[in-house]
């Protein structure tokens, strides 16, 4: 639950936009998404890391608090979204996804989208509008992710192999579909530190070569 406090931190000069040199927060390319369930977040923030867009859990007490803020917000409920300051509309955009149902107050500012048949567009328009069209995001298997996690991150194909339980021609089975995968995307990589990149900037690895989430489900 958010605390008032936590509304005035964000109300206050410690969130103010960048200017040269100053301190005040920075924006990074990314799209944060703001719900009351953590379920429905992670569906929402998989949907839009299919559309080629980085994608983050966030809450009221992280975004008064963190120093980056994302360019885009997503936020579920008109309820979920009283709880910003208002300040926080005039430094990135705020999309307030509201059921059909949903007569309650929106932040004022903020872009509202009805959650009905056209909801998935308006929200991708909106996004566009501020980051531009989305990178195509290349599928990697769970099963793919177990196995380049371990290979890009310097492991020998026979370290891998090992490590998975599988024959070593299957690494090098899965490195070269997924290489292949962005090959087709337009995005090719020459060998195992440039997967690791690629494969970081789509949000399956963290920088560390974890695991960053389980493979998003297939949205079409």
């Given at each position: ?7 005035v ?6 969130v ?15 799209v ?20 080629g867009?980085?994608?983050?859990i ?6 008064a608090e963190c ?20 300040l926080?509309?005039?430094?990135v ?8 149902t ?32 989305g ?18 991150m310097?492991?020998?194909v ?8 599988v ?38 690895l963290?920088?560390d ?12």
């Amino acid at each position: 639950m958010t605390t008032a406090s936590e509304g005035v931190r964000l109300h206050s000069h410690r969130v103010r936009p960048r200017t040269g040199g100053g301190q005040g927060v920075r924006f990074d390319d990314s799209v944060g998404v703001l719900s009351a369930g953590a379920f429905a977040a992670e569906l929402s923030a998989s949907w839009i890391r299919s559309l080629g867009y980085r994608s983050r859990i966030v809450d009221v007490a992280e975004l008064a608090e963190c120093r980056v803020l994302p360019k885009v917000l997503v936020v579920d409920g008109a309820a979920a979204s009283t709880t910003l300051p208002p300040l926080l509309v005039h430094l990135v955009k705020v999309v307030v996804v509201v059921d059909v149902t949903d007569l309650g107050a929106v932040l004022p500012g903020a872009t509202v989208v009805r959650d009905a048949a056209g909801a998935p567009a308006a929200i991708r328009s909106a996004i566009t509008d501020v980051l531009g069209e989305g990178r195509v995001r290349v599928v990697i298997t769970p099963r793919e992710l177990e196995v380049m996690a371990k290979y890009v991150m310097g492991a020998t194909v026979k370290e891998t192999a090992s490590a998975h339980f599988v024959a070593e021609c299957t690494v090098r089975t899965h490195y070269r579909r997924v290489t292949q995968r962005y090959e087709a995307a337009g995005r090719p990589v020459a060998n195992k530190a440039q997967l690791l990149l690629a494969m970081v900037a789509d949000g399956w690895l963290t920088v560390d070569g974890t695991v960053a989430r389980p493979a998003p489900p297939d949205l079409g």
